[in-house]
């Protein structure tokens, strides 16, 4: 069998590598566009939780990382002159050009042939039993392909440029910082002992009143966004100590995420996808390089499994690979929006409050404590200096309004709430009444439902009712209602859980949670 792998990055090279050691009899060629040494990008970070099943494929990543990585436990948050500190997230990263070096060494110990500054069309590619489509989000062979291979691609409002500094975090470290044009955050983490890697995120708005949008992103790759280093060098000047940022293909960009149903085609000849060029992530979960050697892991195994019958191996990868890839782009999607708001928590939280925010936006109060006692402690600790009370037990008062607790029996009729604690909830009432909000099932329904709550507030509702949707859509809609209506919010869910009750009030995401009264007295709230 003869495979050409487009695309000499983490997954196309780790691919190759295990598909040979599997079946040295296979032809293995790797086309890659770039020269051996080009890299655009600095480090590759990945969480130790995570990689087994990559180390025991191969030893390559967890040598790398042994050898020439940067290790740290845990997370710090930096905000209006605070650093918070949350532990139990074991990390590593390493330099992106010196991994792919060592995986290019591995490729070709194992007897894989590498053709480096050569771009290949599936026409160049006729004499190939399996093409491998490994060439990244901008895929040249997916483009090409005549298949229906079933995309959806989601463009982020979040605007994003990757710089490295010749500061040194020790550890990742997300830094906040307000500037007269708006807030600007910063993802950092060392990668080598010289080196560390500097994403920045901020909102359109603030982008265009900084000037930010002058650079020409049409121009080739390699040129860099040298008015937004100057801007930022001088923004995060004190908390890089001054340090410089270094660039490398460095411009501004909105992430996409790229969900595909099907990973491979067979018409008119087999073609399997992996990596960013069938799906990607957003980095704050730092998963990207990972999940291309985790389809590499997969694609091998099958391929090596079913060498006589591509059709049944390349579905076979599929089945393999798809659950894992589609758990963290579930899991990728609430922190991409985090990133979409932060500016909005910037302002609205205590730091205290915003780092936790922040560190529970895909776990629950009691996940992360089992991970991070000592943090999620001092959060509570911060919520009863505040309150007088620990989350669910803090008395809620508002026009006249009160309860003993933040946690609410709800009556519905038909799955719509109409009371909550004796408060009658839908059209206006006589005294105190509140609103009902039916969250949307995607993102997409958000602004046509944020335009019925700017209505509802105008009624003066004593607070809005949030139901229906997804937890990810209700947490938008109770946040919109919050946090720019001022309104208090009842997050409503049938199915709620003591756990999740108290990572929402504790967040800042929702005043009340709410539950039909036999629920609550399951968990022991009435």
Not at 327 to 338: G, K
Not at 348 to 356: D, L
Not at 434 to 453: M, R, Y
């Amino acid at each position: 069998m003869r495979i050409a792998v487009a695309g000499g990055g983490p997954g196309g090279l780790f691919f190759a590598t295990l598909v040979k050691r599997a079946d040295p009899s296979i032809e293995v060629t790797v086309f890659e566009r770039n020269r051996a040494d080009d890299t655009f990008g600095f480090g590759v970070v990945f969480s130790d939780r995570t990689l087994a099943g990559i180390h025991e494929a191969d030893p390559v990543l967890r040598e790398a990382l042994t050898e020439h990585g940067t290790h740290w436990d845990d997370i710090e948050v930096r905000l209006k002159g605070e650093r918070i500190r949350c532990g139990g997230n074991g990390m590593a990263a390493v330099v992106r050009r010196t991994l792919l070096s060592l995986m290019q060494e591995r490729a070709s110990e194992v007897g894989a042939e590498l053709r480096f500054a050569t771009e290949v069309s599936l026409a160049d590619l006729g004499d190939y039993d399996l093409v491998v489509a490994a060439d990244g989000t901008g895929s040249r062979i997916r483009d090409e392909l005549d298949a229906d291979l079933g995309v959806e691609i989601d463009t982020a409002t979040a605007k994003f440029i990757w710089f490295g500094t010749d500061y040194l975090f020790d550890g990742l470290t997300f830094v906040h910082e307000r500037s007269p044009d708006g807030v600007f955050a910063v993802h950092g983490y060392p990668i080598s002992a010289e080196v560390s890697t500097f994403i920045v995120e901020t909102d359109e708005a603030s982008w265009r009143r900084a000037g930010l949008d002058e650079f020409n992103v049409t121009r080739p790759p390699g040129e860099s966004d040298l008015i937004s280093k100057e801007y930022l060098e001088k923004l995060f000047a004190e908390q890089i100590d001054g340090g410089r940022l270094l660039t490398n293909n460095s411009r501004w960009g909105n992430f996409r995420t790229r969900r595909t149903k099907r990973w491979h085609t067979t018409t008119p000849r087999p073609v399997a996808l992996l990596g960013d060029a069938v799906h990607t992530a957003h980095f704050s979960v730092g998963s990207g390089t990972k999940m291309a050697m985790e389809d590499a892991v997969a694609l091998a195994a099958a391929v090596a499994a079913q060498p006589g019958d591509l059709g049944a191996a390349l579905a076979a990868y599929e089945e393999a690979a798809q659950p894992s890839v589609r758990r963290i782009q579930d899991s990728a999607r609430p922190s991409l929006a985090w990133w979409e708001h932060f500016g909005r928590y910037h302002e609205a939280f205590e730091p205290w409050q915003f780092a936790y925010h922040f560190l529970s936006r895909s776990i629950s109060d009691g996940r992360l404590a089992r991970r991070a006692p000592d943090f999620v402690e001092a959060s509570h600790r911060g919520w009863v200096e505040a309150h007088g009370a620990e989350p669910l037990e803090t008395a809620f008062a508002h026009r006249g309004w009160s309860l003993p607790g933040r946690a609410v029996a709800v009556e519905s009729a038909g799955g719509v709430p109409t009371s909550a604690a004796g408060l009658p909830l839908g059209e206006p009432a006589e005294g105190s009444w509140g609103g009902v909000l039916a969250a949307p099932g995607t993102e997409a329904g958000l602004p046509e439902v944020f335009a019925e709550l700017t209505t509802l507030a105008l009624r003066g509702p004593v607070l809005v009712a949030v139901h229906g949707g997804t937890a990810h859509t209700r947490t938008l809609v109770a946040e919109q209602a919050r946090l720019a209506e001022g309104l208090p919010t009842l997050v409503v869910d049938p199915a709620l859980d003591r756990d999740t009750a108290v990572t929402a009030v504790l967040s800042g995401r929702t005043d009340l949670v709410g539950a039909p009264a036999e629920v609550l007295d399951a968990w022991g709230t009435s």
